[in-house]
């Protein structure tokens, strides 16, 4: 059973506007969320993280909100850039820190459109 | 961050065979761990790689299956055994720096015939 969901496998966003991706859990023992970035042939490249005593996080163009009580998180992209077009993967950890291994979604392929 | 590199980055094996994929940290680090992702998968976690001692599995991982070494604190292998179409994968191995985010490895892409 998937413990961290990803439901759209593909996102297609105009360059300029708001990209959201977003992330369910089901387990509530998790603590602590991060987004990864994943180009093809790389490994993921760490994004941005939220621990679950914040429900914002902030990093340059990179937002990612934390809804607990919906077991909900979503990343913001704003403005979208071609160069962000990657695949993103939620992931997360009943730990804060990297201290215990990650679980992941299936991640969202991300499509900036000129 | 750190420059974590993998070898081989890809190959392609006969089933029945095993391949030993190398992971080499430019720094030392605490924590390594070894995940693999199926075609149209999510990464999942095989193992947390020990230094100086046996490497801890997750569910569904078995030592015989999938052996892991952790000599020092910037080096680790991870051998896939008895090879089976189905361990077609992309294997990454990640470490964990300072800052607690876990960095990952550039993958090896397996593909098993």
């Known amino acids: 059973d998937q413990q961290v969901k990803q439901n759209s496998p593909s996102l297609s966003v105009q360059e300029g506007r708001i990209s959201i991706l977003n992330c369910d859990y089901t387990n509530s023992m998790f603590d602590y969320f991060l987004w990864y970035k994943k180009y093809p042939a790389e490994g993921p490249t760490f994004l941005i993280s939220i621990s679950s005593i914040k429900d914002k996080n902030e990093d340059g163009r990179f937002t990612v909100f934390l809804n607990k009580s919906a077991k909900h998180l979503s990343l913001h992209i704003v403005p979208s850039q071609p160069g962000d077009s990657a695949v993103y993967f939620c992931?997360?950890?009943?730990?804060?820190?990297?201290?215990?291994?990650?679980?992941f979604g299936k991640g969202t392929h991300l499509i900036i459109q000129p | 961050s750190a420059v974590i590199s993998q070898k081989p980055s890809r190959d392609i094996c006969q089933r029945g065979t095993s391949l030993t994929i190398q992971c080499q940290v430019d720094s030392q680090v605490t924590m390594m761990f070894w995940y693999r992702q199926q075609p149209g998968q999510s990464l999942t976690l095989i193992a947390t790689a020990n230094q100086g001692s046996e490497a801890t599995y997750e569910s569904g991982f078995v030592i015989d299956k999938f052996p892991i070494s952790r000599p020092n604190l910037t080096f680790s292998t991870l051998t896939v055994s008895n090879m089976s179409p189905e361990d077609s994968s992309i294997y990454l191995c990640?470490?964990?720096?300072?800052?607690?985010?876990?960095?990952f490895g550039p993958g090896t892409r397996l593909t098993v015939l």
């Open positions: 992931a997360a950890s009943e730990r804060v820190g990297g201290a215990d291994g990650l679980t």
């Open positions: 990640s470490v964990v720096l300072g800052s607690d985010e876990q960095f």
